[in-house]
Nanobody, 122 residues
């Protein structure tokens, strides 16, 4: 099993910044893509940003130029630096990791964190 633990959420004023972290632990052989998703009240979960094992990134149009995703492979950790935050960024942010099992090489699956609340006040 693999656990993902997020941190860094909170309340911030519009225009402010937050940095989210997500650390993976457990039976990890290797981690392929990692990413951040968010879900606002009454809306479907949406992709925010993803990053591959060789650091190729992809962003939702709504966050391009404001958010930056990065990862530390040695620490099995993914980060999301969020700048110029807007009230519409308010949501629960969850991280995802596509993991190859450490003891069963043929097992590859997605794992999700519990989510961290980000609230941006106007």
């Amino acid at each position: 099993q693999v656990q993902l633990v997020e941190s860094g959420g909170g309340l911030v004023q519009a225009g402010g910044s937050l940095r989210l972290s997500c650390a993976a632990s457990g039976s990890i052989g290797s981690i392929n893509a990692m990413g951040w998703y968010r879900q606002a009240p009454g809306k479907q979960r949406e992709l925010v940003a993803t990053i591959t094992s060789n650091s190729r990134t992809n962003y939702a149009d709504s966050v391009k130029g404001r958010f930056t995703i990065s990862r530390d492979n040695a620490k099995n950790t993914v980060y999301l630096q969020m700048n110029s935050l807007k009230p519409e960024d308010t949501a629960v942010y969850s991280c995802m990791a596509n993991v190859r099992d450490g003891s069963r090489w043929y097992v590859v699956r997605d794992y999700w964190g519990q989510g961290t609340q980000v609230t941006v006040s106007s």
